[in-house]
């Protein structure tokens, strides 16, 4: 389907519309150039009318990377659909880049297919320095030989009409060319753009509408044929957010008052909404001098009675752990928020991994016991936070909500949620404290107790880390020490009583059952639901629960020949030779096979981005046929 | 027991307390510890200060002088080596009704907590910060503390500490922001009591250097200024420590300093010959980050939906 022109002057011919079931699209620019906007603002209009959307943000690691090159690729993958979409898909259907170089580092992210349609600034070809000249010259040639679809776009032509600095309006103008190119509504588009401008004031708005309205016409003008996608039917309202912003009104909803936090990506703008937001209820941001003095910040309001969470990374979650293991040693309610990115060390800062689960289970020294959950979609950071909470009071210590990279910048349509004044944090208990019961007054069943809160009479009591009995006396002696340490657990096992064996996607017995954790959950249904429909007998299960982990799950597995794992952290690969014998499993196959005494198999990856389902379903494809021969 | 908030139940009266009304465990202290002077001059503080023990919380890190908590019926968080300013800023945000006092040591403080420690004076949140300064770590049996004097010989450092010690009160009074800084010694009560109620009293953060004794490790620490008081130097002023005349007497070295004068102040506190007690700096100006984090507590339930309502719907599609 070669629906592209490229003379500027052809003739506008009758649309043809082509009816689509989804759509990938890319805008990559050097930083500073606005791709990111443009994306958000295509793939809202997108939610806004009626479509399935995921939208991750293409994100450099540096501020301002030196322009024209491969690691400053900046701006949006934006994931269009006929039904909702949970992971950010396979390989790019259109790209607009606004360089050669940037596009690059969407190749090397193994971004685009044979047949990507490019859409490419073409003002390098004519640009005063030779070497730029030769460079997109021959990345032009290179490009279609590897067989994607180029088309040269005069975008700073177009721009330099309505304003000086086309690098301040370009990305307003793509938004008019794919507004044309996917048929959205383009009043609608005008609005958000009107929004969006709105307060730098008419002659920057003014500007803005007119490159809209020029990237529009171009492409009304030179594109013949054009794609729509149809909109879903569910009627209920939606909002659309990006992972760390539901965290962030989850942790509104939930009523907390303290978000004590230092900067780190990718946790960071869950406490940018916060501070934005937080006053109109009442809270506040504590941005401390590190993580430790975060974490104790959090843990002496908690102490207080004040609801409090703490958010982080990966290495200040390292810094955090001696704080952790006081919040469970002490039985001190705090809700603690890993958004995980690349490591060990500073690693990967922008970059998707889930490679903390066994940190943030076993990391700090001593037996510390910790409830851990893992939301799976935009919509469960914001829930999540809520029953995180509630758990962390309820069972009176530290509770882990692990989310990620990939969920902190994709965008997710997901329905409104309802608010409650009970699901916020009960006011302080100040009513007198009956002095005969003890600051932990285990359930020798449950081994929980409710807490004195500092200002209740009759219940003072010296909270510490060192070994303690009921009374919060410090005790060495050793039978108090296997006995409380044992009160702590059965909290975990008291709450796993109550919790249900987790939901399958697909049918509960068969070949293979694919287990993950976290965002991996949208890219590893597709991969099922497309083998499936092959015929395989291939079902799959996301764990909410990581700790306590959800009742059942030994008897799940063996109702599947086969189970295992799907994550993005390392693992040693099942074929090479250097690891024969001593191959170091994924951490979530690690936890399971210790748990359930199953042979639990994995495939885990540390490529720096989200799992496509395509590769995927290779591999489980893969992993099957295997197991097919091993029973012939 | 109806879980019911009783925040606004008045005390018609304050009550009246006695010493027993604070006395927590019995102090498990050596013989001759200045901690135990430091716990009696803070007991008898909060009963003349008609302090509710259940108002009151004592925070600490670890360390000997940390176990203070424990000896005081109040609440307490006996918490992590290094980190009480942390958590004791932590329960200052949101509860201005209670009466926060820390109890660190200069191992606690002045080097694994330092970071804290310079931060905290900067926030000048409301407490009293009581910086017991035995010159070395004592639970952990003698090693070098940052304030040990150089060629003290240690655990760590056998042949003598290498290098000169860190000055506490410099350190304080450089930070911006810091409000009151007074320096004390464990075995002249009514000095030491003084400079507590004064701190007590004080609307922010409070720094309280207490020389304090330690027999057992560093018994020859403060002889001298013990034999021979004219080694002290006592710094009076009307806006500084109060103290009676008959105590002024006890002190012939002496120096009208005026705690508004912070540049004199760092001369005093450089001293080597003299050990100066008394107030240093006192600004009761300075900005307290507390105020800033206790706004919207009386924020309501039905304020926090309407407001995240809107909120959500700046996002609907
Ligand atoms: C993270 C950590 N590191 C080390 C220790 C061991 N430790 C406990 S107390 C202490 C030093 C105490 O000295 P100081 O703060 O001066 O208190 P003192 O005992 O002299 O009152 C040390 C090193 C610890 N408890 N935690
Ligand atoms: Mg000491």
Not at chain 1, 274 to 294: P, R
Request: glycine share 8%.
């Amino acid at each position: 389907m070669n629906h592209i022109v490229s003379p500027v002057t052809a003739k506008i011919q009758k649309d043809a519309v082509t009816l689509l079931d989804e759509h990938i699209v890319e805008i990559v620019s050097d930083s500073g150039e606005g791709a990111q906007t443009a994306g958000q603002i295509f793939g809202q209009a997108s939610a806004m009318m009626g479509n399935g959307v995921w939208t991750v943000e293409i994100i450099p690691a540096e501020i301002e990377p030196p322009s024209r090159s491969v690691p400053g690729a900046s701006g949006n993958r934006i994931r269009v659909g006929a039904r909702a979409l949970h992971n950010a898909g396979d390989k790019a259907d259109v790209v607009i880049g606004f360089n050669e170089q940037v596009l690059y580092s969407r190749i090397d992210q193994g971004a685009f297919k044979k047949g990507t349609h490019i859409f490419l600034e073409n003002k390098w070809e004519n640009d005063p320095r030779e070497d730029v000249r030769n460079t997109y010259n021959e990345a032009l040639t290179d490009l279609r030989e590897r067989g994607y679809k180029v088309t040269g776009v005069p975008m700073e032509a177009c721009c330099l009409e309505y304003v000086r600095d086309a690098r301040r309006g370009k990305n307003i103008w793509v938004l008019g060319l794919l507004c044309r190119l996917y048929n959205r509504d383009k009043d609608l588009m005008r609005k958000m753009i009107t929004r969006r401008f709105q307060a730098k004031g008419e002659k920057v708005l003014n500007s803005n509408l007119q490159l809209f309205e020029s990237g529009f016409s171009w492409a009304r003008s030179n594109l013949t044929q054009t794609w729509r996608i149809p909109p879903r039917r569910d009627d209920r309202p939606h909002v659309v957010m990006n992972g760390n912003q539901a965290l962030a009104m989850g942790c509104m909803a939930a009523g907390m008052e303290i978000c004590s936090m230092y900067p780190i990506t990718p946790a960071t703008s869950v406490s940018h909404y916060l501070a934005a937001n937080f006053k109109k209820v009442g809270g506040f941001v504590h941005q401390a001098e590190d993580e430790i003095a975060a974490i104790g910040f959090a843990i002496g309001a908690s102490y207080a009675g004040k609801t409090a969470v703490t958010i982080t990374s990966g290495p200040g979650l390292a810094l955090k752990t001696e704080f952790i293991g006081l919040a469970v040693m002490a039985e001190v309610p705090l809700v603690i928020v890993d958004v995980q990115r690349g490591g060990p060390s500073t690693g990967l800062p922008t970059k998707v991994e889930q490679s903390d689960l066994l940190a943030v289970l076993h990391g700090s020294p001593g037996d510390a016991p910790k409830i851990v959950l893992a939301p799976s979609t935009i919509e469960e950071c914001f829930h999540f936070m809520i029953t995180a909470r509630r758990l962390a009071e309820e069972f009176r210590g530290p509770v882990f909500v692990l989310s990620d990279a990939n969920l902190a910048t994709g965008v997710q349509p997901f329905p409104r949620p309802r608010l409650s004044e009970d699901q916020l944090s009960p006011p302080i208990d100040q009513s007198d404290w009956d002095p005969d019961v003890a600051p932990y007054n285990w359930d020798s069943e449950s081994g929980l107790s409710r807490r004195p809160i500092p200002g209740q009479r009759g219940g003072a009591y010296v909270l510490t880390g060192l070994g303690h009995d009921r009374h919060s006396k410090v005790v060495y002696e050793s039978g108090t020490n296997q006995k409380t340490i044992a009160m702590r657990s059965k909290k975990l096992a008291a709450l796993q009583r109550t919790l249900k064996p987790p939901t399958i996607f697909g049918d509960d017995t068969g070949d293979l059952l694919v287990v993950g954790w976290g965002s991996t959950r949208g890219a590893v249904e597709e991969a099922v639901t497309r083998l499936r429909k092959q015929g395989r007998k291939i079902s799959s299960v996301n764990l909410q629960f990581l700790s306590p982990l959800q009742p059942g799950l030994t008897e799940m597995f063996r109702r599947f020949k086969k189970v295992m794992t799907i994550e993005i952290n390392y693992s040693d690969k099942k074929d090479d030779p250097a690891f024969a014998g001593a191959r170091r499993p994924a951490q979530l196959a690690m936890l399971l096979r210790a748990r359930t005494l199953i042979d639990i198999d994995f495939w885990s990856r540390v490529p720096g981005s989200p799992l496509q389902p395509g590769i995927l379903v290779d591999v489980l494809k893969h992993r099957m046929d295997e197991m097919r021969g091993a029973t012939c | 027991m109806l879980g019911l908030k009783t925040d606004w139940v008045l005390e018609p009266e304050p009550r009246d307390y006695a010493l027993a009304d604070y006395e927590g465990c019995q102090a498990k202290w050596c013989p001759g510890c200045g901690d135990h002077s430091v716990l009696n001059a803070v007991q008898r503080l909060c009963r003349d200060e008609r302090l509710p023990p259940e108002q009151t919380v004592f925070v600490s890190g670890i360390g000997c002088s940390s176990r203070f908590p424990h000896y005081m019926k109040t609440y307490g968080f006996h918490g992590l080596h290094g980190r009480a300013l942390p958590v004791a800023s932590g329960i200052r945000a949101r509860r201005p009704d209670l009466n926060i006092f820390v109890a660190t040591g200069d191992g606690d403080c002045c080097s694994i907590g330092t970071a804290h420690w310079i931060h905290a004076l900067r926030y000048n949140m409301k407490m009293v910060v009581m910086m017991f300064d035995n010159n070395i770590y004592g639970l952990t049996k003698k090693q070098t503390s940052p304030t040990t004097r150089r060629g003290r010989r240690t655990n760590t450092h056998p042949d003598g500490a290498f290098l000169s010690p860190m000055n506490p009160i410099t350190v304080s009074l450089g930070v911006p922001n810091a409000s009151f800084i007074a320096q004390t010694v464990d075995w002249n009560p009514p000095h030491l009591y003084a400079t507590l109620r004064e701190a007590f009293h004080h609307p922010g953060f409070a720094f309280v250097r207490v020389m304090q004794r330690c027999p057992h490790f560093t018994g020859d620490n403060f002889e001298l200024f013990q034999t021979d008081p004219s080694k002290i130097l006592l710094m009076t002023h009307p806006d500084g420590v109060p103290v009676d005349d008959a105590l002024i007497r006890t002190f012939t070295t002496r120096v009208e300093h005026d705690p508004a004068d912070r540049m004199n102040a760092f001369n005093h506190a450089m001293r080597e010959d003299v050990l100066p007690i008394g107030l240093f700096y006192r600004d009761e100006e300075a900005e307290h980050y507390d105020s800033y984090t206790r706004e919207g507590l009386d924020t309501t339930p039905a304020e926090k939906v309407e407001a995240m309502d809107k909120l959500l719907d700046l996002y609907c599609v």
